[in-house]
């Protein structure tokens, strides 16, 4: 058996969303600034719902579903960081845009403190638009043993735990390091390959394909 806890369905797997998101302000500041960034798909959503005008500026998709849905709302993508996660993505946005003021449209919690690791190399400022919380469920639906259970954030793994603990049956699959480090210990666990939801099911699939069970 295989749950998906990210708040889209994927055919093929059981979904089992964890998150909500809801927006925490009413609007966006977009004076004095030349690019916007945004780090998934949920805060492009968010932020178009408050205002259309974020599609004026250009934007810093970080991963493909995010500039999927930028593109698919109007918008209109410049640069897609090779490097998704934490200080990597920071250096690499210092080199390309030093000279630009860059926007980043965030969640209210973040597993990594981009702004501080930027610091003053950059025209950087951020803004909180939305916040995550946990959906809520019974024990009735907590997976069964030797479930594989796929992750997409720290999020999902925070609201799975609150909601049904954890079985040191389970195995998990996370789409990236940032993620794997909010895991429970002791945990089974292995990283997708790419941080793509399609990857972490394909990893899920050869999981449960290779198992005895």
């Known amino acids: 058996m295989i749950y998906l806890l990210s708040p889209t369905a994927y055919d093929g797997v059981h979904s089992l969303p964890m998150i909500d998101f809801e927006s925490t302000v009413d609007s966006i500041d977009l004076s004095h600034i030349d690019i916007l960034l945004f780090t998934s798909k949920q805060a492009v959503t968010v932020a178009d719902q408050i205002s259309p005008v974020w599609k004026n500026y250009p934007c810093i998709a970080v991963g493909s579903a995010t500039k999927e849905k930028i593109e698919a709302l109007g918008g209109t993508v410049i640069y897609m960081p090779q490097n998704f996660y934490g200080q990597e993505l920071a250096q690499d946005l210092v080199e390309h845009f030093r000279d630009q003021r860059v ?10 403190d981009m702004r501080a690791s930027i ?5 950087f400022s951020e803004q909180i638009i939305y916040r995550t919380i946990c959906k809520r469920y019974t024990k009735q639906d907590k997976p069964p043993q030797n479930s594989v259970i796929i992750f997409t954030s ?10 049904f603990g954890w079985d040191e ?4 699959v996370v ?11 002791p945990c089974k666990y292995v990283i997708s390959e790419q941080p793509l939801i399609t990857s972490c099911i394909k990893k899920a699939k050869e999981i449960t394909e290779n198992s005895d069970i």
Do not use: H, M, W
């Open 103 to 112: 926007l980043y449209l965030r969640p209210q919690k973040v597993a990594f």
């Open 119 to 123: 610091d003053t190399k950059l025209a």
């Open 154 to 163: 720290p999020s999902t793994i925070t609201c799975f735990v609150d909601n």
């Open 169 to 172: 049956s389970y195995t998990a």
């Open 175 to 185: 789409i990236g390091e940032t993620t794997q480090k909010s895991l429970p210990k």
